[in-house]
């Protein structure tokens, strides 16, 4: 059963227009999103941000995704966003999902064209990354045909730094509700392999995270690259770098092939 969402414009910022930057679809997934304490006395907060780039309302499902969890059976909060207009939702996992510290993703279904994106921010300081919500025709899909025709089943992303001044989280999120399995490969600069992971399952719609150290045990990488292969389902990627003097961070996105 559906709840909708009874936030007053105390909460929602609503705005007109709003970017095109982002990619607008009608089912999209982020694959990271967080609210709690983090290192050197850091707290982070995700804001929410849909826009509706149609002339007429639509309504707009949004899935919270918990970390590690089989998500088949989450329900959503509906939000109405008016033609042409952008909705924020400040601090959306405690003011919508009513949790003080929790860690996932979101699924976001609009009745009609939707765009997305979140925030991820440092209450107690200056840092923060936007992350767009990925319409599920830029997945990486085992079966191809339930992807754009230019989607493949790999992508790579690259940058990853995991060094004394670098940490790198990568994370992803199942799109394929019977579930997915995906392989890792990690480089080094020069085209090394410094870890190969084969059959990363991932639940139905499960968001999760994986620290390249504290997770995968890689601990001297400068300037190195991943290459995941879905091999059963279909799965959405991104990692993030984050400075370990300042807390600041940027997203490191897959990249995908652009329309044939």
């Known amino acids: 059963m559906k709840s909708k969402i009874t936030i007053t414009l105390a909460i929602l910022a609503l705005s007109a227009p709003a970017l095109f930057a982002l990619n607008p679809g009608i089912e999209h997934f982020v694959p990271g999103a967080t609210r709690g304490e983090g290192r050197a006395g850091a707290f982070w907060v995700t804001d929410l941000t849909a826009f509706n780039p149609n002339v007429d309302p639509i309504e707009v499902d949004i899935y919270w995704l918990p970390r590690g969890k089989d998500n088949a059976s989450q329900t959503p909060v509906t939000v109405t966003i008016p033609g042409y207009t952008s909705v924020t939702v400040p601090d959306v996992i405690k003011n919508v999902f009513g949790q003080d510290a929790a860690n996932g993703g979101f699924r976001i279904v609009g009745s009609g064209l939707v765009a997305g994106s979140v925030y991820v921010y440092d209450q107690n300081g200056p840092y923060g990354v936007s992350l767009e919500a990925t319409p599920i025709e830029g997945q990486v899909a085992a079966d191809e045909s339930k992807a754009r025709p230019s989607v493949l089943d790999f992508t790579n992303i690259f940058g990853i730094e995991e060094n004394s001044a670098w940490r790198t989280n990568f994370m992803g999120v199942g799109t394929d509700p019977s579930g997915t399995l995906f392989d890792l490969r990690i480089f080094d600069a020069a085209g090394e392999v410094v870890a190969d992971i084969q059959d990363i399952p991932l639940k139905p719609w499960e968001t999760q995270l994986w620290e390249l150290g504290r997770d995968l045990g890689i601990t001297d990488l400068d300037g190195g690259f991943m290459e995941i292969i879905v091999t059963s389902g279909g799965g959405i990627f991104a990692a993030s ?20």
């Not at 600041?248 to 329309?259: A, N, P, R, S």
């Open 241 to 260: 770098r984050v400075s370990n003097e300042t807390n600041d961070g940027q997203i490191l996105e897959q990249w995908i092939l652009l329309g044939e």
